[in-house]
């Protein structure tokens, strides 16, 4: 395997290398440009998908630096209006223009002579967005994006107080690993009170946007906005059934393997009754695990661990350290969450989280690390519209290196007594992850098939497919309140709709490269990054047999993964 981290941007030959982009008016020349092209030959037409390819580049990674500095800081009112510019100005003076080239592509004399594997999922794409695209969807697709933006606003000013000092709520959550339970439910209290404050405000912002994406699925004809997203998204591969019976093989497979988890914890603990703040604790005696120090600590040591399992996977994190293409800890001010963020020109992407000292920041920095390496190797392909690869192999990725690199764990975990807690940690949350994935993609399908509903008809349907998935262990009471409204932590529900079946569809074929590994780690990460390094090129079903895997999330293939994780554990 022959894999480089040492990427560099490309030479323009378009853009001039000095170009800028502050508005419409110079950008405007280059996309006349290309309506105005004779792409009556084939080498006129893939000059003209080259050159349209670097100007889609410099755009994107214009728009995403406009994002990335303003997550990191959403208290900087220059950086808000930065994005929304974009948002409001520019992007929506692309979008004609983007049709119309689109149109122009699919019109060309040359098409016929193009490669047809090379370009199948290509076109497939374009052709999409020519049936999804309505000039009256302009208007709102640029107001959506400038409203998604507000969650970050939101959630990343809340904060809490314990023992007189000021904390994120990611922050705070540290204390929900302390031995004393009291102080547990203290911190628990102040965080779920914290987030009831800005309900209202969430409720609010919410329901603009269902209203705004429920019209926009209008405007294209299709009845509701789940069924025009799944055709954004290029769900070519499955159906709204197909998610329908993963819910189902969610509570038949997983749940009672769930259950199994929350009593050996209450076992562990030796609690009468298992609460909500004691699902990270450990007994009075056992220190919590602290894997690192700052992000820095926690940059080295993932590092560290990459190197061990690939020397190519560590290269990639070192490359964005040394184009300082990392922001890893919490602060107040900084948007919630964690992403990778590719950059279409300069090929080495941005990883934002927020991280505060605890294991689960290990496993979103492995996991937003898998993602960085995803980026890398699919930068080399030729066209940009080549790198828009399917999120659910997207997923497969990250999810797959959160299970390959325990192996190498030591490199956060001196003790292999803490190593070991640490590997069932991330077990446990591989199979508790499931319910959840399942709820907030349920309820998603509830919102959309039903867009005019009240506050109340809302709540009341998110309380009810809390109670399909509740586990048989954990002690809920008193605690309704809080329940009825964590569906508004979920950031994907306000910012990417639709996007979180794909965590599950993604887990699963995780487990299946991870049996892979088990059986031949070398062979197991060939098969990884050469589907990888395909990007789009080829659909979501070719892209899972490339990495070894079949596409398949039914619940008998659910059960026998659910099976081989158990086994796993058992082990342990």
């Known amino acids: 395997m022959n894999y480089t981290a040492d990427i560099k941007k490309a030479a323009r030959k378009f853009v001039p290398e000095n170009f800028q982009m502050t508005d419409w008016a110079t950008l405007e020349p280059y996309f006349t440009d290309l309506l105005e092209r004779d792409i009556s030959s084939k080498e006129n037409l893939i000059s003209f998908l080259n050159d349209q390819s670097e100007l889609e580049a410099v755009v994107s990674e214009d728009a995403c630096w406009r994002q990335i500095k303003m997550t990191c800081d959403t208290q900087n009112k220059p950086l808000e209006e930065s994005f929304n510019y974009f948002c409001m100005e520019i992007q929506p003076k692309i979008q004609p223009f983007a049709d119309a080239l689109n149109k122009k592509l699919l ?153 199994e988890i929350y009593k050996r914890k209450k076992e562990h603990l030796t609690l009468d009754t298992l609460r909500p703040w004691d699902l990270e604790a450990e007994p009075e005696g056992t220190t919590p695990l602290h894997p690192f120090t700052t992000g820095n600590d926690l940059l080295q040591k993932s590092i560290d661990c990459f190197h061990k399992l690939n020397p190519f996977f560590s290269d990639c994190l070192s490359k964005m350290q040394q184009l300082n293409h990392l922001d890893l800890e919490s602060r107040q001010g900084k948007a919630p969450g964690g992403y990778n963020c590719p950059l279409a020109e300069s090929g080495a992407p941005f990883i934002f989280m927020n991280a505060a000292g605890q294991m689960h920041d290990v496993t979103t920095m492995v996991h937003e690390g898998g993602h960085a390496i995803h980026s890398f190797l699919a930068h080399h392909l030729e066209l940009n519209g080549f790198k828009e690869y399917p999120m659910e192999i997207a997923e497969v990725a990250s999810m797959s290196m959160e299970l390959f690199s325990m192996d190498y764990w030591d490199s956060f975990f001196n003790d292999p007594v803490e190593l070991q807690r640490a590997k069932v940690h991330q077990l446990e949350r591989v199979i508790t992850i499931f319910p959840w994935i399942a709820i907030i993609d349920k309820f998603q399908h509830w919102i959309y098939e039903h867009p005019n509903h009240t506050h109340e008809q809302r709540t009341g349907v998110w309380v009810s497919i809390l109670a399909e998935f509740k586990d048989g262990v954990i002690d809920y009471s008193g605690l309704e309140t809080f329940r009825s409204n964590a569906w508004q932590r979920q950031l994907h529900l306000f910012e990417v709709p639709f996007y979180y079946i794909e965590y599950g569809i993604a887990q699963l074929g995780a487990i299946g490269m991870w049996m892979q590994y088990k059986k031949d780690k070398e062979a197991a990460i060939k098969n990884y990054c050469e589907a990888l390094k395909l990007g789009g090129t080829k659909t979501l079903p070719e892209l899972y047999k490339t990495a070894g895997l079949e596409f398949d999330f039914s619940p008998s293939k659910i059960k026998v993964l659910m099976d081989f994780v158990k086994g796993e554990m058992d082990k342990l």
């Open 107 to 259: 019109a060309s004399p040359a098409l016929s002579e193009l490669d047809n594997e090379k370009y199948f999922t290509y076109l497939r794409n374009v052709k999409k967005s020519i049936e999804l695209f309505r000039e009256e969807n302009i208007p709102l697709q640029a107001e959506i994006a400038v409203l998604q933006q507000q969650y970050g606003q939101i959630t990343g000013a809340m904060t809490v107080e314990v023992d007189g000092k000021e904390y994120t709520l990611q922050q705070a959550g540290k204390f929900l690993e302390h031995h004393d339970r009291n102080l547990r439910e203290k911190v628990y209290f102040k965080i779920q009170d914290r987030r009831l404050k800005d309900k209202a405000a969430l409720d609010e912002l919410y329901d603009k946007l269902i209203a705004l994406r429920n019209k926009e699925a209008i405007n294209a004809g299709y009845e509701n906005y789940r069924d025009y997203r799944f055709k954004e998204l290029g769900r070519f591969d499955y159906s709204k059934e197909d998610c329908f019976a993963f819910h189902e093989a969610v509570k038949l497979h997983v749940l009672p393997l769930v259950n």
